[in-house]
Every structure is written in C-alpha cells, then in structure tokens.
C-alpha cells in the first residue's frame, strides 16, 4: 500500500462543496508554502483509492478502512477525495441523485464532512490501530445509498415524482448499521423508479434539472451504455470509484445485473438475512438489501456489518450472526482455504454444478457470455473444484412466476401513492369548494396517480390487479405460487444442503453484456423482463447469490452468477474470492 500523509487541508466549494481540481489538481508548481506538499500528499491517496485492486484482493474499502486504522488519515480527508471524484465524473456518469441532502441541512459537502468529521472526533479518542479497528471497522469508507433505501438527511425518492419530497425521519436498518460502523453516506444513487427496470433510466429525476453532461445514468465502461437496473447508480458509483461501497436491493436481480454490466462485484443475500427495515418496497417477499464492491472482500466487510436479525422488521431471519465478529465474521469465509489443498488449491473437493439451461446454445445467451462461463469454468477446476452441469426443468417456470408474484405485490404496495399521504411535486388545482379544484376526493387520486406514477408502475398496477382479481387469483397468482416452491424444491435439491452433490450452482449472471442506451427494442416491455431470466429464480428461492466479473466481451465486462444454499453467503463468497484473484481482471474502467 502507498504511504498516505495525514492531513490534507480544506479547500473552496463547487457542486458538491469542493474545489474543483483541488486533490487531483495537475500543477505542482506554486509559490504559497506547503501547496506542493499538499497536492503530492492528495496524489498519493488518490492512488491508494482510486487505483487497480491490489495483488492481495484488497479492494477500496479495505484500503480505506486500513488508512485511517493504521496510518492516521482522517476520515474527512477520504470523504474530500471522493467528493471531488464525484465532481470530475458526475456530469459524465449521473450516478447520484442531484439535490439530495433535504433542504436547510447545507450542501452535500457540508453534511458528507460533518459525518466524516464525527468519525475522527471517535477516532481521537482511540490509541491503538486494534481500538480503532474495534470501534469502527469501516472508518473511512464511502457508501452510496440507492434511492429506495432510507438515509437520514437525504431525500428518498424511489426515483419517483410521487416521492420527490419526501424526506425520512431516521435512518434503514442497514444504512444506521453502516454508519455506526463508521462508513460515511456520500449521495443517493439513482434507480429505476420504485426498482422497476433494468436500465436505470426510468428515474423521476432524470426527466429534468439537466445541464450539460449525461441525461440519464451511463456505464462507466462505455458511456454510450446503460449500467443496468434498478440499482445501476450504485453499480457505476462503485466501478468509478465515486464511492467505495454502496447499498443497492435485489427483487430479481437488480443488484447483480448491474454488477455484471459495471464490472463489480454485487451480492443478494438470503431472504431475510438482512433487515428491510426503511427500504420503499416494490414485492416485499422478494426484495433484499444487497452489497456492492469492488471485490469479494469488500462486499464480505460490508455483510459483516449489516447482517443479522432485527426486531423492527417482523421478515428478518431469527437467526444469530454466523459467524461472530469476534472470529473474523464473513469476511474470514470469504478468505478460507482448503485444509488439504492449500494456497494452491484452495477451493480442493468443492463441488461446482453448471446450470445447463443457462448455457443454451441458441442465440439467447451472447457468444461472449458463455465464454466468461467457460473460462470461470475452467479457473474454478484449476483452484480444486469438481465442475459438472447439472439440471433445473423447472429453469423456465421461473420468469413468469416471478413476474407474476411481483406485479401482484406491486399493484398492493403502490396503492399508498395517491398524492395525499407524501408530499410530491404537482401541479396545484384551480380552486374551489372541495379543495381539489372542483374535483371528488377519487377523481384527485385517479388524477395523482396518473401524473406522479412512471409507466412502468402504472403497467405493473394494472398487470397486478388483474392477477388479483376475483376469478383470476386462482388461475393466476397460486398457480404462480406453486410454481414458485418447485423452482426453489428443486434449486435446493441439486445442493449438498438438500440431499444433492452440488456445495454451489454457476450461471451467468445475464444472458447479454450493457445494453445501449435508449435501445428501441427493450421500448417492448416483454423484452426487457426476458433480461431477467438468469437472476429470478434467485430471489423466488429466497437464496443467496454474488455475480462476480469473469471476462470481457468486446470491451465490457461479463459476469458469472454463484448460487448457494439458504444462509451460505460464506461459501459463495469463498468461491467469488478466489475466482477473482484466479482470473485477475483487476476491472477499472477507463474513465
């Protein structure tokens, strides 16, 4: 790791509160006292931050976390740093939400430095490296918050005009777990509205206040593209190093689509693994909070510290933290070898299964993607394990059923949105008598709903309605619930936890690489859903899964999709770790 000096001094304001230019400026020569050091000291934690994973699997936050633990740098001088790379790329990227932090809380600076400044004022009180470690494991490290996930001082717009102005009294479950834990919220990343898509170009506020730069949120590897969805800005605030983790929720795969599209590392963990306490719910038996990293490791620190019951929300897994902290949690799995195979093959006796629906031959998967499978395959047999395909007829089944459960929840959990609960941006009536221009209380809703509701929430009300409906529940909703249960029967019997061979299943994580942006044929909604197929399953199972970057296809990344056991994100994140260092993509966009 580079050596890091301790103190970078403050500078002016921009955008978002900084100085442009100020840590990454390019001229050395000034004639005031200490600039030169300065600058030369904000070049070396750039590099720490911002550069290539190193050999040893350390990804940004670890970095961080370690900076300030080890070698003294502040937590406010880490937050500056991001904040300037979210100036130099935002107008490129759109990865967060503009105008974000409520309104008389001060600039986003203001608040991200207040935070940061928090953290130090613990950290001063603390000798040694192991005493800070223990009080703030993640000290340092930089977390964007998706737009659907309540933080404290920001706005939380689902991506929606429904909720532009709305601003939650305290803080998600996870997002108060991470920032107890010393991480520092640095923006709201744009989403699909309501987590409804898979592009991330749906968002409310994308539709307006635009000044020059991106329209809508771009791929940091080729800004022609789109970073997937709904949790794209997340996926490409982590890629671009604009923030060292971010927080993203999985409902059929919009945290590892994105991932795989942005080249990072996204994990959905098990069904109720994770609080989902202060999430704006879309299908609440199938969302999940999910981890974004740079690598395996980070997204393990990040699961140490959000995982876990909690009574504030009734779907929580009553089950203690496996294992404790105190042993080194997830992130010592993560990191496991096998006792007879060694640093060599540390993944010895591991039991692979390839599911052969995922790998059709026919046009539906991209030449590309399968030959990230293949090699995945391969390294995965070079570190040890036993790699065979395996089969899953019920594969098919899961697209439908899945969309079916999902509009069926929507059209319940949407109803709220009627314009008179949360406040939101409309257009005020004309007066009269009833207080809604002339209007009756249902013609106002009837109005609300369809001006403060995207098309596609309006599409997936109307869909789940009609499932629900009296004569079509039957037909519909429980043939898509049984359907359901015999995706996850047989998921679980082809792993060692159910009675079959496999410790862990691979797919790819999406049958295609980044779409274009703006791409005509995704316009047809059918088309867009058909993106889901390798990813729903998943999460009508109700199992953990991490999508981890395993090539390249013509210039962006492609990643592959390792399936675990109910409660074994331990064992999925081995398999993720040691992939990643095995291939060595060291993926960094080229920004």
């Not at 399968?370 to 995965?380: F, I, K, N, T």
């Not at 061979?501 to 044929?521: F, I, N, R, S, W």
């Not at 995704?522 to 970057?549: E, H, I, K």
Request: include cysteine.
């Amino acid at each position: 790791m580079v050596p890091v000096k301790k103190s970078i001094a403050a500078a002016g304001t921009g955008r978002y509160g900084i100085r442009p230019g100020f840590l990454f400026c390019r001229t050395t020569q000034r004639k005031h006292d200490g600039y030169a050091t300065r600058t030369q000291a904000a070049r070396d934690l750039e590099h720490a931050l911002f550069g290539p994973v190193g050999t040893d699997g350390d990804g940004p936050a670890q970095v961080a976390a370690r900076l300030v633990h080890e070698q003294g740098v502040s937590c406010e001088d880490i937050a500056r740093a991001h904040l300037n790379r979210m100036e130099m790329l935002e107008p490129k990227l759109r990865s967060f939400l503009p105008n974000s932090v409520v309104q008389g809380r001060g600039t986003l600076a203001d608040v991200v430095l207040e935070e940061a400044r928090g953290h130090d004022r613990t950290l001063a009180k603390l000798v040694t490296a192991e005493e800070r470690r223990r009080a703030l494991p993640l000290a340092g490290v930089t977390l964007g918050v998706k737009d659907n996930i309540c933080a404290a001082g920001f706005r939380a717009t689902a991506g929606s005009l429904a909720l532009s102005r709305y601003a939650p009294p305290r803080d998600a479950t996870v997002v108060d777990n991470l920032r107890r834990a010393g991480c520092v919220v640095v923006g709201k990343t744009l989403c699909d509205e309501f987590g409804m898509g898979s592009t991330t170009e749906s968002s409310a506020s994308q539709l307006k206040d635009v000044v020059g730069g991106a329209a809508t949120t771009r791929n940091p590897w080729d800004l022609s593209r789109v970073p997937g969805g709904s949790s794209g800005g997340s996926a490409a605030a982590v890629s671009s190093r604009q923030c060292a983790l971010a927080l993203g929720t999985d409902t059929g795969g919009s945290v590892r689509q994105p991932a795989s599209f942005c080249g990072v590392v996204g994990l959905k963990p098990t069904y109720g693994r994770v609080s989902r306490f202060g999430l704006i719910a879309y299908a609440s038996s199938l969302d999940v909070p999910g981890c974004f990293g740079s690598t395996a490791q980070d997204c393990a620190r990040m699961l140490d510290v959000i995982a876990g019951p909690d009574p504030a929300d009734s779907s929580s897994a009553a089950l203690p933290h496996p294992p404790p902290l105190s042993e080194g949690g997830y992130e010592r799995l993560c990191r496991q070898v096998s006792g007879e195979g060694g640093d060599a093959k540390p993944l010895l006796g591991l039991k692979v299964g390839l599911v052969r629906e995922t790998l059709r031959r026919d046009g539906t998967v991209e030449e590309g993607v399968l030959g990230a499978v293949d090699a995945a395959s391969e390294a995965l047999r070079g570190l040890g394990c036993e790699v065979k395909e395996v089969s899953l007829p019920a594969f098919d089944l899961s697209l439908p059923a899945y969309y079916v459960t999902a509009v069926s929840e929507a059209s319940s959990n949407l109803s709220r949105y009627d314009g008179l609960r949360y406040p939101a941006e409309v257009e005020a009536g004309e007066g009269g008598d009833e207080g809604f221009g002339g209007r009756s209380l249902m013609a106002q809703i009837a109005s609300s709903r369809g001006s403060l509701l995207g098309d596609e929430p309006l599409r997936r009300i109307l869909m789940g309605t009609y499932t629900l409906s009296e004569g079509y529940g039957d037909a519909l909703y429980k043939r898509a619930q049984v359907a359901r249960k015999r995706v996850q029967q047989e998921m679980l019997a082809r792993m060692v936890a159910g009675g079959g061979e496999c410790d862990v299943l691979l797919t790819p994580t999406a049958p295609t690489t980044a779409y274009a942006c703006g791409d005509k044929e995704l316009q047809d909604p059918l088309q867009m859903y058909l993106g889901d197929v390798m990813t729903v399953g998943v999460n009508l199972a109700g199992f953990p899964a991490v999508s981890v970057p395993a090539g390249m296809s013509l210039g962006l990344p492609v990643g592959v999709q390792v399936i675990g056991a109910p409660f074994e994100e331990g064992a999925i994140l081995n398999v993720a770790h040691h992939l990643e260092r095995s291939l060595g993509l060291n993926l960094l966009p080229p920004l």
